[in-house]
Each structure stands twice: as C-alpha cells, then as structure tokens.
C-alpha cells in the first residue's frame, strides 16, 4: 500500500516528498531565530524569558519564553543559570578531590 501511494504522489506531484501541511503560523521568522542564537551564545547566562522581553515576534506580537527556548533548543542550545555560589580556586578544588578520595567507599 506504501509504494501505491508514494508511486500516486510522484505521478500527481512529480516528487515523493511530503506536501505542505497546515498549521499554526511560525511566531517568529528565521532572521528573529538567528538573532535569539546570537544573543545566547554571547551572554550565555541569558534567560529566556528575559530574551522573550527583549524582542518581539512577527506582527509585534509578545513573544514567550517557551519559544525561546525551542528556538534555541532546535540550535542545540538550552537556556542556562549562572552558578550562585563561592567561586573556587584551584587550591579549594584540589583539597576537595583529596577529601573525597579519602571518604571513598
């Protein structure tokens, strides 16, 4: 029944590959996308939903923090939280490698 089909599609069409389907337009365009990987991959510990205020989709439209994050998701990239807490030398690291190398099981 596949090959029915796809032989159909390539007499009808002249090509196997899918057909536009419809859905829910794209908020953002591929220059927008661009411009949001640019943005995070300069201040990496930029928030989404702080990148989401800064810029606005298609038509001014409010853009979400969850387009955000799959825009830069589909760029392989994930939203990031900068480390709150006492920034270490590399005397404290060695000290706490030794401590637990002798708390080992």
């Known amino acids: 029944m596949t090959i029915f089909r796809l032989r159909q599609r ?31 991959m300069n201040n990496r510990f930029l928030s989404a939903s702080a990148s989401s205020r800064q810029t606005r989709g298609r038509n001014n439209q409010r853009m979400g923090a969850n387009t955000v994050r799959r825009c830069l998701s589909t760029s392989g990239l994930r939203a990031r939280r900068p480390y709150i807490g006492p920034t270490l030398t590399q005397r404290h690291g060695h000290q706490r490698t030794l401590w637990a190398q002798e708390h080992a099981a």
């Open 10 to 40: 390539l007499h009808e069409t002249d090509t196997v590959s899918d057909r536009p389907r419809c859905g829910r337009p794209r908020c953002t365009t591929q220059r927008q996308d661009r411009n949001h990987v640019r943005n995070h």
